[in-house]
């Protein structure tokens, strides 16, 4: 009985949400008392497994074959049969990115299992795992329990995990040839999608600053940008604030967003409805600054001011700016 973290790269490059998903293998494995193992999968990964093989894990298997040098959903989805039946994994644990939505489903029902997908925690109950999902844009949490044989199938959350707490080790790399024959695939990648130029990836951010209603009107946005360039920061907003067209839809960070997990997330004028909660509770820490003292982002926010910010913010940036001089 194992879990089996199943890590996500691109060309050669991480898919941070793999690490996040580590972090995840190993606080599951710690509350299920079960050995974690990971694989990653393409052709010429040796370099890639090394990277995991410094976390702490049983063992790494590369899982390497000439076809699955680029991604397709049949040839992933049965690499990955091959590889769960072989080593005997009883839950697989997989980042919820577009490409895990491509086969994860296809992959669980090849062992009449579901997906259990978009999770945020574990727990026992009785002995038994239950997965913790958000429901209804974050307004409840669920308690799922996976009925039937082993393997579960499982993806986490982008951000409910943070990969600066994953464990250093040392573990083994096992390669792993899997089966594969080109009429198995049916269908070919294509030239690799390249988002417009203007596109912002707001998960690569270490620092955000983030604007909310309190803001007002369009012609104060420049107040908070002020304070993100100060910081060598991002600038984000709630919803209400790109719906009005006030910033672009790129920027928004929510459950309808992009979903954060920056070293810094300021959150300006943001009142904290869950919708937007959802997509930044990941944050390492949360400054709040608004004037309503009982405004729900105090109830997750590390540090918080109340007051103006069309004075606090200003102030703000004078003080960046002199600790930079």
Known sequence: MSILVVMEQLQGSWNKMSWETLAAGQEFAKTLNKPLHAAVLGKGIAALAQDVARKNVTSVH???????????????TAALEQLIRRSGATLVLLPHSYQVRDYAPKLSTRFEQVLVSDVINVKQDGG???????????????????SG????????QAGAFRADKLEAGSAEVQNFAPSLEASQIRNRPEEWFRESARAVD???AEIIVSVGRGIKEKENIPIVEELAKALGAELAASRPICDNGWLPMERQVGSSGQTVAPKVYMAIGISGAIQHLVGMKGAKTIVAINKDSNAPIFEVADYGVVGDLFEVVPALVEEVKKAKA
């Open 128 to 146: 038994a795992p239950v997965y913790v999902r958000l429901l209804f844009q974050g307004k409840l949490n669920g308690d799922v329990r996976v």
């Open 62 to 76: 590369a899982v390497e074959h000439d076809l699955l040098a680029g991604y397709t959903p049949d040839a992933y």
């Open 149 to 156: 044989p082993e393997p579960h199938f499982v993806s986490l």
């Open 202 to 204: 707001l998960g690569a």
